[in-house]
T-cell receptor, first 113, second 113 residues
Framework: AQSVTQPDIHITVSEGASLELRCNYS??????LFWYVQSPGQGLQLLLK??????LVQGIKGFEAEFKRSQSSFNLRKPSVHWSDAAEYFC???????????FGSGTKLNVKP | EAGVTQFPSHSVIEKGQTVTLRCDPI?????LYWYRRVMGKEIKFLLH????????ESGMPNNRFLAERTGGTYSTLKVQPAELEDSGVYFC???????????FGNGTRLTVT
């Protein structure tokens, strides 16, 4: 069965520190992978996506993610976190020929001054 | 371009009542999805429209939920009669092509008391 696991429910980092949010997926087909961010009261906004090619993808707001097929992972990273990055982050997976995306349960990021 | 619009943003109803949620997708987006997030859990797929046709409603919890998409434009999701476990945030999302990244509305927070 298809699933997405985000093992960290809450993460707190200091402003300026680096960040890595974990995502593992279980999917029978070659996956399409996404990270979305949700700020309070807002909808989900796409940060970045991976369809094929270079396994390190760059997104908006200085985020990047790396697809590791052998580990079934798509972890999100940022070298230096800003207070405005405090939000909830969702990993999602889909696949060519399928019509729906599967989402994880989200990771809430808190940024300390 | 105007984004995905959902109405209402919040709804509080009593068990047994009826509620109708509305979604206006981005103009020209044939694909429309409904997702739901129950408190702290993953964002779960409910159903997918292509234009006015339901492509996949495998995520609809039961027959108390009815979704329509009139003329391939806006969509409604009706819950009748509402139960306590229906509480959550209902997201609508649209995309131009299948497996394109989703554009999300801000969600409707439904509370059933």
């Amino acid at each position: 069965a298809q699933s997405v696991t985000q093992p960290d429910i809450h993460i707190t980092v200091s402003e300026g520190a680096s960040l890595e949010l974990r995502c593992n997926y279980s999917y029978g087909a070659t996956p399409y992978l996404f990270w979305y961010v949700q700020s309070p009261g807002q909808g989900l906004q796409l940060l970045l996506k991976y369809f094929s090619g270079d396994t390190l993808v760059q997104g908006i707001k200085g985020f990047e993610a790396e697809f590791k097929r052998s580990q079934s992972s798509f972890n999100l990273r940022k070298p230096s976190v800003h207070w405005s990055d405090a939000a909830e982050y969702f990993c999602a997976v889909g696949a060519r020929g399928f019509n729906k995306f599967y989402f994880g349960s989200g990771t809430k990021l808190n940024v300390k001054p | 371009e105007a984004g995905v619009t959902q109405f209402p943003s919040h709804s509080v109803i009593e068990k047994g009542q009826t509620v109708t949620l509305r979604c206006d997708p981005i103009s020209g987006h044939d694909n429309l999805y409904w997702y739901r997030r129950v408190m702290g859990k993953e964002i779960k797929f409910l159903l997918h429209f292509v234009k006015e046709s339901k492509q996949d409603e495998s995520g609809m919890p039961n027959n108390r939920f009815l979704a329509e998409r009139t003329g391939g434009t806006y969509s409604t999701l009706k819950v009748q009669p509402a139960e306590l476990e229906d509480s959550g945030v209902y997201f609508c999302a649209s995309s131009q092509y299948l497996m394109s990244p989703l554009h999300f509305g801000n969600g409707t927070r439904l509370t059933v008391t």
